[in-house]
């Protein structure tokens, strides 16, 4: 038995013998289905990652108010570095999944984003990607990455895509919406996994749904349309195009930051850092095209 299973066994809140299941597919944390008489969960373990902005506490607030407001599942149980949350009968959303349903993914969004600032406690957290890669950039250089030669670049692309930024209302986001991050179970569709969640220009949601399901400029104009309620200026389609490119930035410097703290079983971070710099650059190229100035 792992110490981490043990620690699971000896949770109080059980009401009888129970099975321990690994969910994979996870990318920095731990997670369990826990099956006992009192019903199916979901156990999810990890330390907090100064490194990724990640505190525990803060997730699980997170989680809370999610759970309250409608859009996650129950929390059941939190303790330092561990939560236990309800087991939903539901798929995980795939990037076709995303397109497929991205009137009811924008609705969702906009609910969330409406909804949550006020469910929300303690010390606001915001959410800045332009901040975020700046921020990785310095941790990778300092470390000597073996990225460190192509940071001057990026981070000046970055300020570039930074400027070109009409800013959407603040809002409470969620900030990691990559398609296995919503839940669809046949009704409804939920949302999990709240530990970047916070303050931020809508536009970073938006974007990170778009270019995560691989949408194209026609869908993802439809897709901010949706979510507006209204046509989308030429100001927004273009802040959105930039933030689509940042977006898979941060993404691709994520893998690099992880490749130095992190060591999730199966998880191969420089692969995940060069296919996501791979999006990055097609995603620039789109967006230099269409404003080369």
């Given at each position: ?37 009192g019903g199916r969960h979901v156990v999810r373990v990890g330390r907090d990652f100064p490194f990724h ?165 026609e869908q993802s104009r439809a897709f901010v349309e949706i979510y507006l309620g209204r046509g989308a ?38 692969a995940y850092a060069r296919e996501n710099l791979e999006k990055f650059e097609a995603a620039l190229s ?8």
């Amino acid at each position: 038995m792992t110490e981490t299973e043990a620690r699971i066994r000896a949770l109080p809140l059980w009401k009888g013998p129970i099975e321990i299941v690994p969910l994979t597919g996870g990318l920095s944390n731990e997670s369990y289905i826990v099956t006992e008489p009192g019903g199916r969960h979901v156990v999810r373990v990890g330390r907090d990652f100064p490194f990724h902005h990640v505190y525990r506490d803060r997730e699980a607030m997170v989680s809370l108010a999610a759970h309250q407001a409608g859009f996650g599942p129950e929390v059941r149980y939190v303790e330092p570095g561990l939560m236990v949350t309800e087991y939903l009968s539901a798929r995980t959303c795939t990037p076709e999944d995303i397109r497929a349903n991205a009137p009811r993914i924008a609705r969702l969004l906009s609910r969330f984003h409406q909804e949550m600032a006020s469910r929300v406690t303690g010390a606001g957290f915001l959410f800045w990607v332009f901040h975020v890669i700046r921020d990785y950039a310095g941790t990778l250089k300092a470390n000597g990455s073996r990225w460190a030669d192509q940071l001057p670049r990026l981070v000046q692309i970055s300020t570039e895509l930074e400027a070109a930024q009409t800013l959407l209302p603040i809002v409470f986001g969620h900030n990691d919406l990559l398609p296995a991050n919503f839940l669809d179970d046949g009704e409804r569709l939920w949302l999990i996994d709240f530990e970047y969640a916070g303050f931020n220009t809508a536009m970073f949601d938006l974007a990170g749904v778009a270019s995560n399901a691989g949408m194209d400029s026609e869908q993802s104009r439809a897709f901010v349309e949706i979510y507006l309620g209204r046509g989308a200026s030429p100001e927004i389609i273009r802040a959105l195009s930039a933030m689509q490119a940042a977006s898979l930035l941060r993404e691709a410097l994520w893998g690099m930051v992880s490749e130095l703290y992190l060591n999730a079983p199966g998880v191969d971070y420089v692969a995940y850092a060069r296919e996501n710099l791979e999006k990055f650059e097609a995603a620039l190229s789109r967006y230099k095209s269409a404003y080369p100035a």
